[in-house]
Antibody
Framework: QVQLQESGPGLVKPSGTLSLTCAVS?????????WSWARQPPGKGLEWIGE???????NYNPSLKSRVTISVDKSKNHFSLNLSSVTAADTAVYYC??????????WGQGTLVTVSS | EIVLTQSPATLSLSPGERATLSCRAS???????LAWYQQKPGQAPGLLIY???NRATGIPDRFSGSVSGTDFTLTISRLEPEDFAVYYC??????????FGQGTKLEIK
């Protein structure tokens, strides 16, 4: 049973960079899945941020592409999200997911990141 | 960009009743790329249906998905107390881009 666990600062200053890591257990990040990030502002709906395959280039939501970087660390069996130039609009619960067949069957519990000075 | 519109925004029903949730795509889409999720308060979403009509592992058979043209439907045949939650549809639109509907809240009447 795969488990995903997000970690990172819960508070980021405006104009700073949000950095999160998703630790994967119960599966290898080199397996045949895509590894993704999504977010959900408090009380609102879901937004896909981007994905990465262990051998390929990442893919990003066009609305966030200029600010997002997703990377994989096979040695640590985790993947990461960096979102630069954050504003209050980036305040959200951030989820990491494992996907295949154009959907995500496994999700982390989510971590709330607040952008505030 | 394909827009997914879910209706109704809120659905009030009683346990034992049948629930029908709709997700309409703004243009023709492949059913292969449509999924449904359930989200309970304070929890991450959980996959219910993928490929428009395939139940994910461990999902009870009271949940079913169907498609007619650009209209996708999630049906819960007989509501159990644990089914009251928010439901999202999600689509893969090609070029590695995913979108979600705005959600339908299924509440106890």
């Amino acid at each position: 049973q795969v488990q995903l666990q997000e970690s990172g600062p819960g508070l980021v200053k405006p104009s700073g960079t949000l950095s999160l890591t998703c630790a994967v257990s119960g599966d290898s990040i080199g397996s045949y899945y895509w590894w993704s990030w999504a977010r959900q502002p408090p009380g609102k709906g879901l937004e896909w941020i981007g994905e990465i395959y262990h051998t390929g280039s990442p893919n990003y939501n066009p609305s966030l592409k200029s600010r997002v970087t997703i990377s994989v660390d096979k040695s640590k069996n985790h993947f990461s999200l960096n979102l630069s130039s954050v504003t209050a609009a980036d305040t959200a619960v951030y989820y990491c997911m494992r996907g295949r067949d154009y959907s995500w069957g496994s999700w982390g519990q989510g971590t709330l990141v607040t952008v505030s000075s | 960009e394909i827009v997914l519109t879910q209706s109704p925004a809120t659905l009030s029903l009683s346990p034992g009743e049948r629930a029908t949730l709709s997700c309409r795509a703004s243009q023709s889409v492949s059913s292969t790329y449509l999924a449904w999720y359930q989200q309970k308060p304070g929890q991450a979403p959980g996959l219910l249906i993928y490929g428009a009509s395939n139940r994910a592992t461990g999902i009870p058979d009271r949940f079913s998905g169907s498609v007619s043209g650009t209209d996708f439907t999630l049906t819960i045949s007989r509501l159990e107390p644990e089914d009251f939650a928010v439901y999202y549809c999600q689509h893969y639109g090609g070029s590695s881009f995913y979108t979600f509907g705005q959600g339908t809240k299924l509440e106890i009447k």
